[in-house]
């Protein structure tokens, strides 16, 4: 092995376990701009109202753009940062500082996302128990027939121990 020389194996199994494949096919596919969601929350934080502040940066960027833009076409979430295709994040910048009374709007549609979610966590939390609960008792019924069919068994066992003596 030379310095001069690389083998490819080795490499690409760098570049994937660095996630530069996957920033590259970002990229290829349209999506230059990138921010990471940090950045973002910090710049618009002063804006927010207390409620929204409290949010986690990813949850406020998810928030902020499954409530405005429906169509995920325009940009893609990533584990740390948020790419977007050309010009959509000047007009996400536009936005964020337009009047008072758009920016309220895009306030309400952020809540009214933020809400819906919770209510959607909290029917799976339920569906969950539920499903939960009913294992748990049907494991609980089995364990008592399975106890019964056992004591039986002795039962059974002790008599004709004692039939025989």
């Known amino acids: 092995m030379s310095s001069s020389q690389f083998e490819g194996g080795k490499v ?3 570049l994937t376990s660095l996630g530069m494949v996957t920033a590259l096919e ?11 969601f ?3 929350y910090d710049m618009y934080s002063s804006k927010l109202p207390q409620k929204l502040k409290s949010l986690h940066p990813r949850m406020f960027c998810s928030a902020l753009f499954s409530s405005y833009w429906h169509e995920s076409n325009d940009y893609r979430f990533g584990v740390t940062k948020i790419f977007f295709r050309p010009g959509k994040f000047a007009e996400v910048d536009l936005l964020m500082k337009t009047e008072s009374t758009h920016l309220s709007d895009m306030i309400a549609k952020v809540e009214k996302w933020v809400l819906r979610q919770c209510w959607r966590r909290l029917q799976y939390a339920i569906l969950a128990y539920n499903k939960w609960r009913k294992i748990a008792a049907w494991r609980t019924n089995c364990i008592i027939k399975h106890s019964e069919e056992h004591k039986n068994v002795e039962h059974k066992e002790n008599l004709s121990a004692e039939l025989a003596r």
């Open 12 to 14: 690409l199994n760098q």
């Open 26 to 36: 970002l990229m290829q596919a349209g999506f230059p701009s990138r921010v990471a």
């Open 38 to 40: 940090k950045e973002l």
